[in-house]
């Protein structure tokens, strides 16, 4: 296992489509994270799960995105009837945690979306 | 490929001399602290953490100095290298849910 992985790395889309990005964590990570993160900057966190649970959901995370991690392992983050702002590079993050004791997130390359 | 933090403060620093970035942050409930790089086209890449209770963290060629007074974070890095050019954020966390980061810094290492 090299690190965290996400396909596709770029998706252009057009206004009003649906878009589906994946996420492959580190396996032994339990934590997985989603960011989105326009030009100039930082990331912004958007919801995390904690195994298959989703525990939090920023208020950036609108009812048009939704985001899943079935078993535990990949997630996937899923944006409907897409808009010209989402356009952004989506970042996924896992780490471990244990005991409530966490440990640094882990990045994946992105996807970065543009939608026309 | 795509650029990180067009528009973002940049600090410029001869080669081999020593560099320091700082970060402000906002919540004062904030245990644990990460420092990112982050290079064009590419995801955040860990450098460095530190925890609440402790003050100063060093790694290869890499210090972290945490001010919990002021609420204050600072990367140093030793001998900074070409490689070292990117972009560098510092994250905060409480309870390791949502993690804040600040707005970035870009470091340019002059020849």
């Known amino acids: 296992d090299t690190g965290v992985s996400q396909n596709p790395r770029h998706k252009i889309t057009k206004r009003g489509q649906n878009v589906t990005f994946r996420c492959d964590p580190i396996s032994e990570h339990n934590r997985l994270y989603w960011y989105r993160q326009t030009l100039g900057q930082g990331p912004e966190f958007l919801t995390y799960?904690?195994?298959?649970?989703?525990?939090?959901k920023s208020r950036l995370l609108s009812d048009r995105f939704s985001a899943e991690r079935p078993k535990g392992s990949f997630s996937t983050l899923e944006i409907q009837r897409t808009e010209q702002g989402d356009s952004a590079m989506y970042l996924c993050?896992?780490?471990?945690?244990?005991?409530?004791?966490?440990?640094?997130?882990?990045f994946g390359p992105g996807t970065r979306l543009t939608v026309l | 490929g795509e650029s990180v933090g067009l528009h973002l403060p940049t600090l410029s620093v001869q080669e081999g001399d020593n560099s320091i970035i700082n970060c402000a942050y906002s919540?004062?409930?904030?245990?644990?602290f990460i420092w990112y790089k982050q290079e064009s086209g590419k995801g955040p890449q860990f450098i460095i953490d530190?925890?609440?209770?402790?003050d100063k963290r060093q790694g290869q060629r890499v210090t972290v100095l945490l001010n919990k007074t002021v609420k204050h974070l600072s990367l140093q890095i030793a001998a900074t290298q070409p490689g070292d050019s990117a972009v560098y954020f510092c994250?905060?966390?409480?309870?390791?849910?949502?993690?804040?980061f600040g707005p970035g810094t870009r470091l340019s290492v002059l020849p």
């Open positions: 919540n004062s409930a904030s245990d644990y």
């Open positions: 530190i925890r609440s209770n402790m």
């Open positions: 799960f904690q195994n298959e649970a989703q525990l939090e």
């Open positions: 993050a896992s780490s471990l945690t244990s005991g409530g004791f966490y440990n640094e997130q882990f």
């Open positions: 994250a905060e966390t409480d309870y390791g849910q949502n993690f804040v």
